[in-house]
T-cell receptor, first 114, second 113 residues
Framework: DVKVTQSSRYLVKRTGEKVFLECVQD?????MFWYRQDPGLGLRLIYF???????EKGDIPEGYSVSREKKERFSLILESASTNQTSMYLC?????????????FGDGTRLSIL | QKEVEQDPGPLSVPEGAIVSLNCTYS??????FMWYRQYSRKGPELLMY????GNKEDGRFTAQVDKSSKYISLFIRDSQPSDSATYLC?????????????FGQGTELSVKP
């Protein structure tokens, strides 16, 4: 069965901190994604990756970076956390490169920046 | 204008009702259509996956695609309180870079006992 695991369900950090959100998938998927989800705004794509060490900007990349050193792991980095980055962060993965396959999601990390 | 429009609700229905959830889209290249269900404090889970026009049924759920009208629907028959969740539509063309999906905003559904 498909499994996407996000390292933390809840996280509280302070303004200015560097924050790492980790995501691991066990399906050998090539594509991985990071979204944030806010009330009234839906899912917004931050970054995605279609191969190891490859990354592409999504719709709202400002203030974020990503790392994909291994196929199964995709990290989201908040370089200097700000209060407007308080949100639910969702990681997802899908099968192959330029594909139309469904994405499989983790259960999210609820991040609060104080 | 957003590529995919979905009424955010909230939608409240009595148990046993037939529920209709809808999305409209503007990009005629979209060929694959999905519905996700998201319970509170959980990630979205895939509910239905369809290609092009037509209907697909899975138990109490029916997904319908009308490409000529650029309109997709999810019907839930005999709705149950356990169906209370946010439902998101998603779609994509045949080929797209990196497997990106375009999501609707999600409709919050509440089924009252």
């Amino acid at each position: 069965d498909v499994k996407v695991t996000q390292s933390s369900r809840y996280l509280v950090k302070r303004t200015g901190e560097k924050v790492f959100l980790e995501c691991v998938q066990d399906m050998d998927h090539e594509n991985m994604f990071w979204y944030r989800q806010d009330p009234g705004l839906g899912l917004r794509l931050i970054y995605f990756s279609y191969d190891v060490k490859m990354k592409e900007k999504g719709d709202i990349p400002e203030g974020y970076s990503v790392s994909r050193e291994k196929k199964e792991r995709f990290s989201l980095i908040l370089e200097s956390a700000s209060t407007n980055q308080t949100s639910m962060y969702l990681c997802a993965s899908s099968v192959t490169g330029n594909s139309n396959q469904p994405q499989h999601f983790g259960d999210g990390t609820r991040l609060s920046i104080l | 204008q957003k590529e995919v429009e979905q009424d955010p609700g909230p939608l409240s229905v009595p148990e046993g009702a037939i529920v209709s959830l809808n999305c409209t889209y503007s990009n005629s290249a979209f060929q694959y259509f999905m519905w996700y269900r998201q319970y509170s404090r959980k990630g979205p889970e895939l509910l239905m996956y369809t290609y092009s026009s037509g209907n697909k049924e899975d138990g109490r759920f029916t997904a319908q695609v009308d490409k000529s009208s650029k309109y997709i629907s999810l019907f839930i028959r005999d709705s149950q309180p356990s169906d209370s969740a946010t439902y998101l539509c998603a779609m994509t063309p045949i080929y797209n870079q990196g497997g990106k999906l375009i999501f609707g905003q999600g409709t919050e559904l509440s089924v009252k006992p």
